[in-house]
C-alpha cells in the first residue's frame, strides 16, 4: 500500500496545520482547526490533480509534496532570520532566499518529470515520513486531551436568576471592546499624548468617563470571560493549576457567559461580531454571528499564510485586508442593529483596535504593516484613527435607536508591548490595566461611581435594568505572565488611584 498509494502530498498538507495547533494547543479551539485542515487538503488536492494531466500520479504527488515541504521550511526560516535581529537578517529576505527556494524546488521538478523510473521506493519512504510525522503530531495531540481534560458541565457561575423579572422597559445594550486601547495615565507616560479632547467628546456624547480606569486583567484571555461572568476567576488556580497555561476553561466562559445567560432568561435577542478575534457565544445563546468573512482562527491564519504565502502581496491580501474589511463590517453594521420593545438586543463587538496589525493612519488610510522600529508610532496613529470611528458608532447608535441604549465603550487591556512581564514595575502595572473606559447607562449617569470595576458594570446594568440584585465586587487588578496565566499575584495597591 506504501509504494502504490499517494498519501504523502495530502499527509503533508495537514502537517503545518496540526503542527500549530500542537504548539498552541492550549490556546486554539480544536474546531477552530477543521476549516484550516479541509482548505489545506483542498489546495494539495487540486493540484495534485492538475499535474496528473501531464505526468503520472505517483511523480504528482511527489511534486506536491515538494513544494509544501519546501514552503512550510522556507515560510518558518523566512520569519525566523526576519526576526532575529542578526546582522545577516538581510538574507532572510525573498530576493535571496526566494531565489535559493525557487531554485531548488524547479530542479526538484526537473529530477522528478525527467526521470524514467516509477519512483516506487521515493513514494514508499514519502509516504512513511507523512504517517510518520501526521500520527507523532495526532498522538501527542491525543495524549494532551486526556491529560488535562476539562469538564465543561460543572457549574461555576451559579448567580443565575431564577426567574425573570417583571420588566417594563429593556433597553437595548452595546458593548464595544476596543483591543489594547491605552488609558490616558499610559498614553501620557508611554506616548506623551493627551487624549482628553477625545474623552470630552464622548461626555459631550451623554457618557461618563471616569478619571481612572484599570482592567481586572492585563490580557484579553481572562479579561472578557471575568467581565461576561461579573466574577474573578482566581479558583482557576486550584481548578488548573499555576503551571498550566490551558485557556479552553475560560474560552468557555466567555462563549457560554453569565452575562448572557442572563440577558437570554430576559428575552433578549444576542449579536456578536467577528472584529480579528473570535466572534463570542455559543450558539445556543447568540442568534446571529456577523462580518466573519470565512474567518479562521486569527492566529491560526496568521500563521497559516505567513508559513505557506511568506510574501509580501500576500500577507497584505489575506491578513490585512481583510481585518480591514472585518473592522468595516462592523462599524457600519452594528448601528444598524436594534430591538423592539419585546426583544430587546444585546451587541457585543470586539474590535482589534488599536491592536496591530496597523493597517490604519490616523485620517484612516491604508498603511503597510508596521515594522519593528515604528510600532508605537504606529499604534498611536491607529488610535488616533479609533477615536474618530468610537464617535461616529456611538453617535449612529444613539440616532438610531427609538430608546435610550446602554452603551459601554471599555478596553480589554492596556498597551502592552514594552512590559516586562517577568519582573515588572509599577510603571508596567500601569501599562497593562490602564485603559479606556466610557458608560452610556441612561438611569445611572447621576449614580455611577468614580471608579467601575468592568466585573461590576454588568452587576449596575442588571440592578438598575432588570431589577435584579447583585451585589458589587470590590476593584482589584491581578497580574499574571503569559506563559503562567493562572500563577496571579494580586497588585491593586501598586496602582495610583
Not at 494547543?25 to 499535474?51: C, K, M, N, R
Not at 486531551?145 to 476539562?150: A, F, K, L
Not at 438610531?400 to 478596553?411: A, F, G, K, Q
Request: with cysteine; hydrophobic share 40%; charged share 20%.
Amino acid at each position: 500500500m506504501l509504494k502504490n498509494s499517494v498519501m504523502h502530498p495530502f499527509l503533508f498538507s495537514l502537517f503545518p496545520i496540526l503542527f500549530i495547533f500542537q504548539y498552541n494547543i492550549h490556546e486554539i479551539p480544536l474546531q477552530d482547526t477543521f476549516w484550516a485542515l479541509f482548505l489545506s487538503f483542498i489546495i494539495a488536492l487540486g493540484l495534485w490533480v492538475i499535474l496528473r494531466f501531464f505526468i503520472d500520479g505517483k511523480k504528482s504527488g511527489l511534486i506536491v509534496s515538494l513544494i509544501i515541504m519546501l514552503f512550510v521550511i522556507y515560510g518558518n526560516l523566512h520569519t525566523f532570520i526576519l526576526n532575529s535581529g542578526s546582522q545577516f537578517a538581510f538574507l532572510g529576505g525573498n530576493m535571496i532566499m526566494g531565489t535559493i527556494f525557487f531554485i531548488l524546488l524547479i530542479v526538484g521538478i526537473i529530477y522528478f518529470v525527467k526521470t524514467k523510473r516509477v519512483l516506487d521506493n521515493a513514494n514508499s519512504i514519502t509516504n512513511t515520513i507523512g504517517l510518520g510525522m501526521v500520527g507523532i503530531l495526532v498522538i501527542s495531540i491525543s495524549i494532551y486531551y486526556y491529560e488535562n481534560p476539562i469538564d465543561y458541565s460543572t457549574t461555576y457561575f451559579s448567580d443565575i436568576p431564577s426567574t425573570a423579572n417583571n420588566v417594563p422597559i429593556k433597553p437595548d445594550i452595546y458593548l464595544l471592546i476596543f483591543d489594547e486601547y491605552a488609558g490616558n495615565i499610559s498614553l501620557k507616560n508611554d506616548f506623551k499624548y493627551d487624549n482628553t479632547d477625545f474623552l470630552k467628546k464622548l461626555e459631550s456624547t451623554g457618557f461618563h468617563v471616569p478619571k481612572i480606569s484599570y482592567a481586572n486583567y492585563p490580557n484579553t484571555g481572562l479579561s472578557i470571560p471575568s467581565t461576561l461572568n461579573m466574577h474573578y476567576l482566581d479558583f482557576l488556580t486550584e481548578e488548573l493549576g499555576k503551571d498550566s497555561a490551558d485557556m479552553r476553561l475560560p474560552n468557555e466562559f466567555r462563549d457560554n457567559s453569565l452575562v448572557m445567560k442572563v440577558l437570554k432568561l430576559y428575552g433578549y435577542e444576542i449579536t456578536s461580531f467577528y472584529g480579528g478575534v473570535g466572534a463570542p457565544g455559543n450558539t445556543n445563546l447568540v442568534s446571529e454571528k456577523l462580518c466573519s468573512y470565512g474567518t479562521v482562527n486569527t492566529d491560526l491564519r496568521k500563521n497559516l499564510v505567513l508559513t505557506y504565502l511568506p510574501i509580501t502581496y500576500f500577507n497584505t491580501a489575506l491578513l490585512e485586508v481583510q481585518q480591514k474589511e472585518k473592522l468595516e463590517c462592523m462599524f457600519s453594521t452594528l448601528s444598524e442593529i436594534k430591538g423592539t420593545e419585546d426583544a430587546p438586543v444585546f451587541a457585543i463587538a470586539h474590535f482589534r483596535l488599536p491592536h496591530e496589525p496597523f493597517i490604519y493612519d490616523s485620517a484612516g488610510n491604508s498603511v503597510k504593516t508596521a515594522q519593528s522600529d515604528n510600532q508605537k508610532e504606529a499604534y498611536l496613529e491607529q488610535l488616533i484613527y479609533s477615536n474618530k470611528k468610537i464617535l461616529e458608532l456611538v453617535n449612529n447608535i444613539l440616532e438610531n435607536t427609538t430608546r435610550d441604549p446602554v452603551i459601554i465603550v471599555i478596553s480589554d487591556h492596556g498597551y502592552r508591548a514594552e512590559i516586562d512581564w517577568e519582573n515588572p514595575s509599577n510603571e508596567d502595572y500601569v501599562s497593562g490595566f490602564n485603559i479606556l473606559a466610557a458608560y452610556h447607562i441612561p438611569n445611572e449617569m447621576d449614580n455611577l461611581p468614580e471608579t467601575i470595576s468592568p466585573t461590576n458594570i454588568f452587576r449596575i446594568i442588571f440592578n438598575s435594568y432588570l431589577d435584579t440584585e447583585f451585589e458589587m465586587l470590590e476593584d482589584r487588578q491581578i497580574w499574571y505572565t503569559q506563559q503562567r496565566p493562572f500563577d496571579f499575584t494580586d497588585v491593586t495597591d501598586k496602582l495610583p488611584r
